[in-house]
């Protein structure tokens, strides 16, 4: 079991640590199928690496941006929906429905883990079942989503692509990410957003948008 009020101590020190560190940690937690903590770390990762890239937004608002402009990354290795244009039959804090990618991994789990608390019922990473195969469940009754766990890696690998960590390092090759035809070692990528870009096999990816309309209405 994890330990939330681990999490909350941890993230007390946010500003104290790298981002090398978050994302070495982040990958640490994934090697002990600790997932939350997997999770709590990239997340880390990601409101630090946001913070350099728009210091003057609010911490919501910089997270979500991050993200979305980094959103065809992210769907390399999610699992071939088009997180861009699908919105998730899920309410969020203010109870409309249909959220956005962003607003889930912001909303569900950064703000949740950040806190100490627990995820919310029916949230979670669910673990990877086989290279390249990723599973995620979206129960619209109970209001709920896991994530896969590619997720964790996904937007590990983001933050390591942008520009703003080209200073960052974790001291070893051997922590790496991979999309579906590139490895990443993650100590000679640090910053390489364009170059990355030019190798991913964007053009090939499957990308459906998912339709919950007849279900639930989108509000």
Not at 18 to 27: C, D, T
Not at 52 to 80: A, Q, T
Not at 134 to 140: A, L, P, S, T
Request: net charge neutral; with cysteine; glycine share 6%.
């Amino acid at each position: 079991m994890v330990s939330y009020i681990y999490f909350c101590r941890v993230w007390d020190v946010v500003n104290t640590l790298k981002i090398s560190e978050y994302i070495k940690s982040s990958l640490d937690s994934v090697g002990r199928m600790e997932l939350e903590q997997a999770m709590m770390f990239v997340c880390m990762a990601v409101d630090g690496t946001a913070k350099k890239e728009y210091p003057n937004m609010p911490v919501g608002s910089r997270f979500r941006k991050f993200i979305n402009n980094n959103l065809e990354i992210v769907e390399l290795m999610f699992g071939g929906i088009n997180l861009q244009e699908t919105r998730f039959p899920l309410k969020n804090k203010k109870g409309m429905r249909g959220m956005t990618f962003a607003e889930i991994v912001y909303e569900k789990y950064r703000c949740n883990l950040a806190h100490g608390e627990e995820l919310p019922d029916g949230y979670g990473i669910s673990i990877q079942i086989a290279a390249g195969c990723q599973q995620f469940n979206i129960d619209i009754a109970n209001n709920a989503m896991t994530l896969p766990q590619s997720v964790i890696y996904a937007l590990g690998l983001i933050c390591v692509l942008a520009p703003v960590n080209a200073d960052q390092k974790i001291g070893s090759y051997t922590y790496w990410y991979s999309d579906p035809i590139n490895k990443y070692v993650i100590d000679r990528w640090w910053g390489q957003l364009d170059c990355a870009k030019k190798i991913m096999n964007f053009d090939e990816q499957i990308r459906v948008k998912l339709d919950f309309s007849n279900v639930f209405p989108i509000e």
